[in-house]
């Protein structure tokens, strides 16, 4: 048992201790507790608050551990979403199709991310140059997809529907169970737990270490026996598998995506989640990730058209006093250590 | 080269090197960061719990339940300058029915005509017949060459008997969608698991529909879409009181290929509005004899067209379709005009929706024909009445669109089926309102078609000239919303929850000569 | 004539393409090619030129002079900027790139809540010209001339002042030069003022072709890096000329042949093949060739 729990500890994720675990199983249970005490609007909400976490922690991933800025996860959350729907939308009456197409989306995603990601780190570009080209393409895929409204834009019996939209996307179900409401908030804590703990062990693993290494420095990690371009590649095509993650869990969510999930908006917002997290952590990221989409909600169904506003200022003050991100800035603070020496 | 821009970047470096004078300086841009962000954050989330914590106390004293209209639009965002317009509509809708105030109508009254609501004429003329000749002899008033019984209706707004709906004041539930199609669909459901409103009035773009027709699907919710659009959605959930393309594209063809020539230049906003237009317009054209000589589609994002005017310039049109949406369309307007582009222009959406004419520097929309069901110019009796109403509550608005005349009548159709079924009760409601309705609107008498859940419309051709001053040259009575027929669409007999297209109609391209 | 018309055609499109690119980029190419700040807010400094311009005309101000002002009045914005944010970031490729981001979404953002989700924008000025069948904007024409003159301008700063000898100085080597005795500190707000000022006009000269509304510089964004970036930082002036020309002369015809969206596809392929073949930009690419021949000779 301790072998499992050796895997998950480590230096590069924050809270070691036995309080932490203490509390985040405390948390844990809360969420597994809350649909006992919430309505089914008020779970799906927390729902769609969860199911946003594996985008950011993939781009965590990306830009925390191996320092490469993608601002185009959305366009891997985008495919992921447009295939199983073209996938499960097509096998409406298998009861297994929605199965089928959530494994489609994701190997959807992970090619496209393998070509692109070959030209990108196989071409050796400058670092800063992954942005910009990452965000160009996004937009290259939101125009793209808006243009499909056409009929003879169709896949089988699914129509692309251009800005209008896919719509009718199904829920996923095993067999006869189908994951709507209550039991779709399960669903989602389950998968998003599982992924979180899986990209924990990640990086506190040599993967992790020596994705630091090259994230350090990579002239020496490659004079060090490494192929950098190599384990680039992998953790940006293990990215854009996270992204697709949530893709799958959002149509699942809402049964209808558009090209507005990839625009430039949409695009921005992972990177906010991770700056104002920290992109330190994995742990940070998802918490960070959580609030401010659930803040973003309060705000909108309130009537305040700032929300948009305020991520930018939070974005800008977190920069300029919390570089680290504010949780990462928190958690790391010294005077836990002084408490824990204490206790 | 790299190396230098990761070392920079990488934050651990530093707190390998951390000291208690570097923690010192840290602790205090900590709390200047932490002052700064939570007193934003407070600022703007304390009045938000709040406000939430008042209006649920006061539903609560409530001591009958009121009638929820549920009401979803964007009030802020690209899509604004239609959303408020709505609003407004549903305002003054409301504050008529709390009043005891109805709209003219009742159902199975036939499609409608200027006889519809069966005025009655004080004084018919006398027919007398010399030889083959029928001469009206008596002088029973203005009109009376062809309309026998015709009078002009000068109110449609009458006594209701009843104070808001059944005995209970209606409330307006409304929140903004902020132009954002997730935001959309939590608001969506939140009118409907949560408030529970009684029916839905919302969506202005199409792809607002379809973000939230799933979920009102699921949940059985009674749905209003009240805006123009591209036709084919067959809900047994939703009603669509806007006109379709049959009612808008075919009579503006007609026209322009009557008045100008067959010679045709579609320039078309590429996505689903303007893709499925420029469908029907090719389609139509050749049915009436016109020909379509060139046809682009311009992604939404393009605001710069010199290409496209030289394209036009070559192709040598007799007029252009222009199917153009979003801010970054208008700029095709002046642009034309600048480039003495100086062709008769059709559409299906300027003037009636977002007043261009009223935006736009003269003379950008010269020449412009639309064939609308409404618009605020329209110079009947009963729609001068009715723009004297909203102005005396509205007296700021610059116009009343389509859509916004649309949701106006809604409401007091939903209230007028209300009535007659006895309940709000959403699965009788919408029984009742497919017995099929005629309603006396703004626009003339709009009649609801029971399979379809369309309305047929009055449809007139506006014109905007130099000075961007609006005329309307030909009226169609009524034009029917006839193609959800066609496709065999009967919602009562056999509830669907789609969306037609095109592709699916084996009669749409028949005649389409490629 | 006839072949005249479509000459004259064919070299108006080209021309007018490279104008905009060329437009698009001007603020960028100072504040990327030169300070090596990657500024996502160029598109919303433009923003705010577009609007200074147009709530100037509509006071009855002529439209050169709001020029002009648009010209000062992002300039100071852009002051306020660095002074506040910006400066911190400098060496930061990211966090600047990740800050602007954060100063785009308030601006515009801020713009829509305080201003509305429209504006009546400025006629555009002096009216068309005909030649054969196919008419041309006179507005467009004197475009490209001013922008041209605006290069010409932006070069003759850098190379032949005093200040643009500072500049050049501070961007390359920063301790020599401050050794030197230059103010690297006001030179690096100088700069970034420069460069805002410079997206402020573009924006307020484009503003007569476009709508106004607060988001109106997203479609500048891609074009302006696009521009920037296949020019290189060697040489930014010439870099961002020629790169101009070049991906005109690709988006020109695949636009006229295949419409809007396809030209636009094609510029950006243009500018993933010349980024791939040439990383550092077609200005380096250059550079490099010249120097191999002064070896060779």
């Known amino acids: 048992m301790s072998r499992y729990f050796a895997a998950l500890t480590g230096p590069n994720e924050i809270g070691h201790s036995s309080a932490f675990w203490a509390s985040f199983l405390l948390v844990l249970f809360g969420f597994a507790a809350y649909p006992a005490f919430a309505t089914e609007f008020q779970s799906s909400n ?16 990306l830009w925390g551990y191996g320092g490469i800025l993608s601002f185009g996860q959305v366009a891997y959350f985008g495919i992921s979403a447009y295939v199983y729907g073209i996938i499960a939308g097509n096998m409406m009456g298998n009861s297994w199709g929605p199965l089928i197409g959530s494994i489609g989306g994701l190997l959807a995603s992970a090619i496209v991310a393998a070509v692109f990601g070959y030209f990108i780190f196989y071409a050796r570009v400058q670092n800063w140059i992954v942005p910009i080209l990452t965000l160009v393409l996004t937009l290259l895929l939101e125009t793209f997809l808006g243009q499909t409204a056409g009929y003879q834009w ?9 800005y209008n939209g896919m719509t009718g996307i199904p829920s996923f179900q095993l067999g006869d169970l189908v994951f709507f409401g209550y039991s779709f908030y399960y669903y989602v804590l389950v998968v998003v737990v599982l992924t979180y703990f899986a990209c924990r062990m990640l990086v506190n693993s040599n993967i992790g270490r020596v994705l630091l290494a090259i994230r350090e420095d990579p002239l020496r990690t490659e004079l060090l026996g490494y192929d950098i371009r190599a384990r680039q590649w992998s953790i940006f095509v293990l990215a854009s598998v996270l992204a697709g993650i949530s893709g799958i869990l959002y149509v699942q969510w809402g049964n209808y995506i558009t090209p507005t999930q990839v625009g430039l908006a949409q695009a921005s917002l992972p990177v906010i989640w991770v700056a104002v997290g920290g992109r ?32 930018g200022f939070l974005l800008i003050i977190v920069m300029l006093f919390f570089p680290r991100g504010i949780i990462v800035t928190i958690a790391r603070a010294a005077f836990w250590r002084r408490i824990a020496e204490r206790v | 080269m790299t190396d230098e821009i990761t070392r920079k970047e990488s934050p651990t470096t530093e707190s390998k090197h951390a000291t208690s004078s570097a923690l010192e300086t840290d602790r205090r841009t900590l709390l200047k960061g932490a002052a700064a962000a939570g007193g934003l954050i407070a600022g703007f989330t304390g009045p938000v719990y709040l406000r939430d914590f008042n209006y649920t106390q006061s539903v609560r004293a409530q001591t009958s339940e009121p009638v929820k209209i549920g ?9 604004a300058v239609y959303g408020i317009q709505k609003l407004h509509a549903a305002q003054l809708a409301i504050k008529e029915i709390n009043e005891g105030k109805t709209l003219k109508g009742a159902p199975n009254i036939g499609a409608g005509f200027h006889a519809s609501s069966g005025e009655i004429a004080n004084t018919p003329p006398v027919i007398s017949k ?18 026998l019984l015709y009078e002009e209706v000068s109110d449609i707004l009458v006594d209701s008997n009843d104070r808001g709906i059944l005995g209970r004041e209606v409330r307006l539930v409304s929140a903004d969608g902020q132009s954002n199609n997730t935001v959309w669909q939590q608001l969506a459901r939140r009118m409907i698991q949560q408030d529970k409103v009684d029916v839905l009035v919302a969506g202005f773009a199409s792809a607002e529909r379809e973000a939230i027709r799933p979920i009102v699907d699921q949940a059985k919710q009674l749905y209003f879409y009240t805006n123009q659009y591209e036709g084919g959605v067959a809900d047994a959930n939703t009603f669509c009181t806007g006109p379709v393309c049959e009612q808008q594209v075919i009579p503006t063809v007609q026209y322009m290929v009557e008045k100008f020539g067959p010679r045709c230049y579609t320039i078309a906003a590429d996505y689903n509005f303007g893709q499925l237009t420029a469908a029907w317009t090719k389609a139509f054209i050749p049915l009436v004899g016109g020909e379509i000589v060139g046809e682009e589609f311009i992604p939404l994002s393009v605001s710069e067209f010199s290409q496209v005017i030289q394209r036009i310039q070559a192709a040598k049109p007799d007029w252009v379709m222009t199917l153009l949406v979003g801010s970054n369309h208008h700029n095709y307007y002046p642009q034309a005009a600048a480039a003495g582009l100086r062709l008769p222009m059709a559409s299906t959406v300027n003037m009636a929706q977002g007043y261009e004419h009223k935006r736009f520097p003269a003379p950008s929309l010269a020449n412009m024909h639309n064939a609308i069901q409404y618009q605020m110019e329209v110079p009947t009796a009963r729609n001068r009445a009715f723009v004297k109403r909203w102005m005396e509550m509205f007296p700021e608005d610059q116009y009343i669109g389509e859509m916004a005349q649309n949701t106006y009548f809604t409401i007091h159709l939903y209230a007028k089926a209300a009535r007659l079924a006895g309940t709000t009760d959403q699965e009788t409601v919408k029984k009742a309102l497919e017995l099929g309705w005629n309603i006396e609107a703004p626009e003339g008498s709009v009649f609801l078609e029971p399979g379809t859940h369309h309305c047929a419309h009055p449809i007139r051709l506006a014109v905007c000239d130099e000075n961007h001053d609006v005329s309307f040259v030909r009226d169609w009575p009524v034009v029917q919303a006839w193609w959800l027929q066609r496709l065999g669409v009967n919602l009562i007999r056999h509830p669907e929850y789609k969306q037609y297209t095109p592709a699916e109609d084996p009669y749409f391209n028949m005649f389409v000569k490629t | 004539m006839e072949g005249v018309a479509v000459l004259f055609s064919v070299v108006y499109q080209l021309a007018t393409n490279a104008s905009f690119l060329l437009l698009a980029g001007l603020g960028l190419i100072v504040i990327l090619g030169m300070m090596n700040i990657i500024n996502l807010a160029h598109g919303e400094l433009m923003m705010l030129g577009a609007y200074t311009a147009t709530i100037l005309y509509h006071r009855g101000v002529p439209f050169p002079l709001t020029v002009v002002a648009a010209f000062v009045v992002v300039a100071l914005a852009g002051a306020v900027l660095e002074r506040l944010i910006v400066r911190r970031f400098y060496g930061e490729r990211l966090g600047a790139l990740v800050v602007t981001w954060g100063i785009s979404l308030v601006l515009s953002q801020g713009t829509l809540m305080l201003l509305g989700p429209f504006m009546p924008s400025i006629p555009i000025p002096s009216g068309s010209v005909s030649i054969g069948q196919y008419s041309f904007s006179v507005y467009w024409l004197i475009l490209t001339a001013v922008t041209a003159l605006l290069i010409v301008a932006l070069g003759l700063l850098y190379n032949w002042t005093t200040i643009g000898l500072y500049a050049r100085a501070t961007m390359q080597k920063p301790d020599i030069a401050r050794a030197l005795g230059v103010n690297t500190d006001r030179i690096y707000l100088l700069t970034f003022s420069l460069g805002a000022g410079l997206a402020g006009l573009s924006g307020a000269l484009l503003a007569p072709t476009v709508s106004i509304a607060p988001f109106m510089g997203q479609q500048f964004i891609a074009p302006a890096f696009i521009t920037v970036v296949v020019g290189g930082a060697t040489n930014v002036i010439a870099g961002a000329l020629g790169a101009s020309a070049l991906l005109s002369f690709v988006k020109t015809p695949v636009g006229f042949l295949l419409g809007a969206f396809l030209g636009n596809v094609a510029l950006l392929f243009a500018a993933l093949i010349i980024i791939r073949l040439m990383p550092d930009g077609i200005s380096a690419t250059f550079q490099r060739w010249q120097d191999r021949r002064s070896r060779l000779a």
């Open chain 2, 71 to 79: 009401f979803i639009e964007d009030e802020s965002g690209n899509l």
């Open chain 1, 280 to 311: 330190d952590s994995l742990l940070a990221v998802a918490i960070s990730t959580y609030a401010l989409n659930w803040l973003t909600y309060t705000l909108s169904s309130a009537g305040y058209q700032s929300a948009l506003v305020i991520i």
């Open chain 2, 130 to 147: 010399e030889g083959s000749n029928l001469d009206i002899v008596g002088d029973p008033g203005e009109r009376h060459q062809s309309e």
């Open chain 1, 46 to 61: 927390v729902a769609y608050y969860l199911l946003n976490i594996p985008l950011a922690l993939g781009l965590c991933l």
């Open chain 1, 154 to 162: 169709r896949v089988g019996v699914v129509q692309l529907g251009g």
